[in-house]
């Protein structure tokens, strides 16, 4: 009897619990949309958050749930916005290529460091000292923080700056949100003319420390023809909505700030 009672009570217990466990089941039951698991395995599981989600899984249930586009998968492209919309019964809706871009072209024969880093050698570590190693602040650092988070291999350290291969690139962001300089973003893969400097010094300053950075000198914004390039704080950018590849802005550049990365 001294090992019984106490057995019978264990097993009073956890039959108890089990019914519990069965009764709550049932009572708190959701009913998922089998479509919503349809949708996530059409994904690439990259849970990048590029599409404005959570994740692949909250993607997915925004679109059964609350009709959210079907095209919003970067990493994932046309393809997967097809079989999406082969679950969902509907035409698939048009995507637009994606590529990252580094803005900046300040390699080892444009730029110099300042002084020798010997600490984490990071991207971020080496922004917490005087901005940077660089003579030019606002430039690529080169120490690999966004090849390090690119999962598709897409990012190369050449001569001291970020390259990005477009044809590897899922345009995920992942590169975007470490570079510490903030000179990485998302463009359309068929746009091609690009700004490669982020330099907000004045001109002067700037061809002191990068003898190939934007002096924000205005010419390219008065030569294009579609009004798609703009400087503000001596740094030009480029509406990408507005432009047509025309390559007046690239050949008007007196510094050559603005090149062609067609691939």
Do not use: W
Not at 4 to 25: D, N
């Amino acid at each position: 009897m001294t090992y019984v009672i106490p057995a019978l009570i264990v097993g009073l217990c956890g039959a108890l619990a089990g019914i519990l466990l069965t009764v709550a089941s049932k009572v708190f039951h959701v009913e998922v949309d089998e479509r919503i698991e349809k949708i996530g395995e059409s994904l690439p599981k990259a849970n990048c958050g590029a599409c404005g989600y959570a994740g692949c899984s909250d993607y997915a249930a925004a679109i059964v749930n609350n009709g959210a586009p079907t095209n919003l998968c970067r990493p994932g492209g046309a393809k997967a916005a097809m079989k999406i919309a082969s679950v969902l019964g509907t035409a698939a809706e048009d995507v637009v290529p994606m590529t990252a871009i580094v803005h900046c072209s300040g390699d080892c024969n444009a730029t110099q460091t300042a002084f020798s880093f010997d600490g984490i050698q990071s991207c971020k570590a080496v922004k917490r000292f005087y901005g940077g190693n660089g003579l030019c602040k606002y430039g690529c650092i080169g120490l690999g923080d966004c090849a390090s988070v690119c999962e598709h291999d897409a990012i190369r350290i050449e001569n001291g700056v970020a390259k990005v291969i477009p044809s590897l690139c899922g345009a995920c962001g992942q590169c975007v949100a470490v570079c510490p300089n903030q000179l990485i973003s998302i463009k359309p893969l068929t746009k091609h003319v690009d700004v490669l400097c982020s330099s907000a010094a004045n001109g002067k300053e700037t061809k002191l420390s990068y003898k190939n950075g934007c002096i924000g000198c205005r010419i390219c914004e008065k030569k294009c023809p579609e009004g798609a390039i703009k400087v503000e704080n001596f740094h030009a950018s480029i509406n990408y909505d507005k432009c047509t590849n025309c390559g007046t802005c690239m050949t008007s550049c007196p510094v050559k700030a603005i090149h062609s990365c067609e691939k």
